[in-house]
């Protein structure tokens, strides 16, 4: 991964979780540093979002949400990508 210089993606619910009654913290590791965090929540618009990636070595997606019922809910990442 340390030769891509930035990820790009869009993230949203899906369709079938858009009456989720849930709130979702999604955050982006980078080598074990919180580098970027948004709040997913029914009704939110498809957020877009991007971050320098420049010499990290790992990336971590990690969502925790206000209840244990994570799987119950569907969270997407679209159009995601890496730019070198």
Do not use: C, W
């Amino acid at each position: 991964m340390g030769e891509y210089k930035k990820f790009i993606s869009t993230i949203g619910l899906l369709d079938t979780s858009k009456n989720t009654v849930l709130t979702f913290n999604v955050a982006f590791i980078l080598d074990g540093n919180s580098v970027y965090s948004t709040m997913v929540k029914a009704g939110d618009f498809p957020e877009e979002i991007s971050f320098d990636t420049a010499n990290a070595q790992k990336m971590t997606i990690r969502v925790t949400a206000d209840s244990r019922n994570l799987f119950s809910t569907d969270i997407g990442l679209f159009n995601a990508h890496f730019i070198k």
